[in-house]
């Protein structure tokens, strides 16, 4: 994978893992690097998706898409109740 590549992962991790955050309801304790990290995972798993369901992963592609967002979504909600709530400072 070439730097190009790496940044445009975390670029569009970023854009998929916000999605997922949008979508998923309450307050989510993630910090944004862990958006990203989970952005960037669900990426990867709806581009896996959709290439099993042998829809074309070249480009831009609408299920594939989202595929990504879906994922992006079940990785937010996992991470939301397995993460570690922030508690206050006293």
């Not at 998706?49 to 967002?69: D, M, P, R, S």
Request: aromatic share 12%; charged share 10%.
């Amino acid at each position: 994978m070439t730097i190009g590549g790496i940044i445009t992962a975390i670029i569009f991790g970023a854009i998929i893992g916000a999605l997922g955050r949008l979508i998923v309801p309450g307050k989510q304790n993630m910090s944004i690097w862990l958006t990203v990290l989970v952005g960037i995972v669900a990426a990867f798993a709806g581009t896996g998706l959709a290439h099993l369901f042998g829809l074309k992963t070249e480009g831009w592609n609408f299920w594939e898409t989202i595929f990504q967002v879906a994922a992006a979504v079940i990785g937010v909600w996992l991470v939301a109740a397995l993460w570690p709530k922030k508690t206050g400072t006293h």
